[in-house]
C-alpha cells in the first residue's frame, strides 16, 4: 500500500504533505473525462515547525486525511521550517507549484490554519483574496486595518473560549471588523475549549460541506 500522502520536497517555498484523492494519478494528472477537484491548504502550529514532514500529520487536515482516505479533496499541508513564521511570498509560490503539476480546481481553493496557521490564514488571504473561495481560520488573529480586503471572502472563524495561548479577542476582533465591512462570516466559539478549538473543527463535516457551497468570487475594493 502507497502511504496515504506523499513527502513533495520544495527548494522554492516550502516542503509539505500531499494528499491526492482516488483517481487522480501519483504524478497529479488525470484522465481526460475527470474534473479539476477542491483543493485546501492548511497551515499548521508552531509546534508542527521543523524538517520532519510526518509532524504534520499530529494536527490539521493531514491527520484528517490519514484517517479519511476517500477524503474528496487534493489537501496541501506545508511544513514551516523551526524558528520561522509564514512567509507570504513562499506559501503563493507553494500555490503556483501545486497548481501547476495537480489537477487544481482554481475557483475551488480553500485555506485554513490553527494556531500560528491561524495568523497565516488571516493575513495570506488579506494579501491574496482572490486566490481563495473560502476560508476557516481557527484560534488566530490577523491585522484588522486589512480586513476591508476580505469583505468579499466567505470566513468561518473558530475559537476555544478559555484559550489561554491565544486570546479569543484575537479572532472577536477580526470578526467584529469583518461585520463592520458587511463581510460574509461566520463565528463558532466552543465553550469550554482552550487552546485546542482544531480537533473538534477538523472533525465536523460541516467545515468541508461549507467549503464546498463556496466558489470564487470576484474580490473588488
Given at each position: ?43 499548521h502550529g508552531s509546534g508542527e515547525r521543523g524538517s520532519y ?130 463581510g460574509n462570516v461566520k463565528f463558532t466559539v466552543y465553550p ?30
Open positions: 500500500m502507497p502511504p496515504v500522502q506523499q513527502q513533495i520536497t520544495s527548494t522554492d517555498s516550502y516542503n509539505y504533505l500531499l494528499f491526492l484523492p482516488d483517481g487522480l494519478h501519483q504524478d497529479g494528472s488525470r484522465n481526460e473525462t475527470q474534473q479539476p477537484l477542491p483543493t485546501i491548504l492548511c497551515l514532514l510526518n509532524h504534520v500529520k499530529k494536527h490539521g487536515v493531514a491527520k484528517v486525511v490519514e484517517q479519511q482516505p476517500d477524503f474528496p479533496f487534493i489537501v496541501i499541508s506545508p511544513q514551516c521550517p523551526r524558528g520561522e513564521y509564514w512567509n507570504i511570498e513562499r506559501l503563493s509560490t507553494l500555490l503556483d507549484e501545486v497548481i501547476a503539476s495537480y489537477s487544481v480546481d482554481l475557483d475551488r481553493v480553500y485555506l485554513t490554519g490553527l494556531s500560528m496557521g491561524g495568523y497565516g490564514t488571516w493575513h495570506l488571504a488579506a494579501a491574496q483574496p482572490e486566490r481563495f473561495a473560502a476560508i476557516a481560520p481557527i484560534c488566530g488573529g490577523g491585522n484588522p486595518a486589512q480586513v476591508h480586503k476580505l469583505k468579499n471572502l466567505p470566513v468561518w472563524a473558530f475559537h476555544g473560549a478559555k484559550d489561554r495561548v491565544v486570546p479569543l479577542s484575537e479572532s472577536e476582533i477580526m470578526v467584529s471588523a469583518l461585520k463592520a465591512h458587511d469550554e475549549a482552550d487552546h485546542d478549538s482544531w480537533t473538534q473543527t477538523y472533525n465536523n463535516p460541516e467545515l468541508y460541506e461549507w467549503f464546498l457551497q463556496h466558489r470564487r468570487q470576484p474580490t473588488g475594493d
